[in-house]
């Protein structure tokens, strides 16, 4: 069945350093690939998305890559700051017949100290 | 522009009971999708509609139902509530379905 798995479960790093998270897909028909961020107490808020006819893509200091021979994709965040201290979920979707469901990832928590 | 709202954020039932939850699309958005999000089961699809129809739904029992209506905005309700149905529902909004979704802050329901 449809299954995203995401790692690591916890991360932390220093401020300044830069912040990896992995996430693997099982449904080779799968082609859009959003990032969200989600702060305590507030819904998950759309931070990058890849789709897949695209191998990367850049915004600021966060970047995604798909690798859809591997189903795999990646969140990079670079010179991280005390404020991008969230959980990080990775969704897949099949939007083939403009359907919507995401299938999550378990979600990463991310710590940047000061 | 404003974002998706939720009402109510906050819900204390008891078991047996019903809920009903709403949800009012982003502007011009019509595509609507419900999620689950609990710490054991993560964030899981409910259903989704677009120009008041179910088009996906995802694997919940018959308790869990929902409808948009012609302005786009949606409600799910939940019947004969149970203790694990306790979670924080999630509502997301897309122009259409298959771009951009975007959440809520969601409803908070707790099931004693």
């Known amino acids: 069945g449809e299954n995203v798995e995401q790692h690591p479960s916890t991360l932390s790093v220093q401020e300044g350093d830069s912040a990896v998270i992995k996430c693997t897909y099982s449904d080779s028909a799968s082609n859009y690939f959003p990032w969200y961020k989600q702060e305590l107490g507030k819904g998950p808020q759309l931070i990058i998305d890849i789709r897949s006819n695209v191998g990367e893509k850049k915004d600021q200091r966060i970047a995604v890559t798909l690798n859809k021979t591997a189903k795999h994709f990646s969140l990079h965040i670079t010179e991280t700051q005390p404020e991008d201290s969230a959980v990080y979920f990775c969704?897949?979707?099949?939007?083939?017949?403009?359907?919507?469901?995401?299938?999550f990832g378990a979600g990463t928590r991310l710590a940047v100290h000061p | 522009k404003a974002g998706v709202t939720q009402t109510p954020r906050y819900l204390i039932k008891t078991r047996g009971q019903q809920v009903t939850l709403s949800c009012s699309p982003i502007?011009?958005?019509?595509?609507v999708s419900w999620y689950q999000q609990t710490p054991g089961q993560g964030l899981q699809f409910l259903f989704e509609y677009f120009s008041e129809t179910q088009r996906n739904k995802g694997n919940f029992p018959g308790r869990f139902s929902g409808r948009q209506f012609s302005n786009s905005r949606s409600e799910m309700n939940v019947s004969t509530l149970e203790l694990g149905d306790s979670a924080l529902y999630l509502c997301?909004?897309?122009?259409?379905?298959?771009?951009?979704?975007?959440f809520g802050p969601g409803t908070r329901l707790t099931v004693l």
């Open positions: 997301a909004s897309s122009s259409s379905p298959g771009n951009e979704q975007f």
């Open positions: 502007s011009g958005h019509r595509s």
């Open positions: 969704a897949a979707s099949k939007v083939s017949g403009g359907y919507n469901k995401l299938i």
